[in-house]
């Protein structure tokens, strides 16, 4: 048996909101759009990845996702910009990342991070 891929449902009442939420911050691509879902992609393969964890690290509650970006300073620019709360201050952190959390429309938690190089 082989895992495909893992999928992020998120629910929403407006969903033409979060989906310019995603698309505008992320610069995702809608692969489908039937109005009661969206699907969002943004071009890339990487592994399947699903994290079990206890906490968010450094303090941090646990994040319902975790968005890996190649430049985490332009997408923080981009959330406070848009008038995101920032919850936790991009920030670089012990085990290699630099990250912050903001919150979407739907008030899921997200950790955007980029690893340091």
Known sequence: MTVRRIVANIAAEGVAEVRSFYSDLFDLDVAMDLGW????????????????????????????LSIEVDDVDEVYRRAVGMGCAVVHELTDEPWGVRRFFITDPTGKLLNVLSHIR
């Open 37 to 64: 879902i969206v699907t969002l992609t943004s071009g890339e393969t990487m592994t399947s990845q699903m994290s079990v964890m206890s906490e968010g690290g450094s303090g941090a509650p646990v994040p319902d």
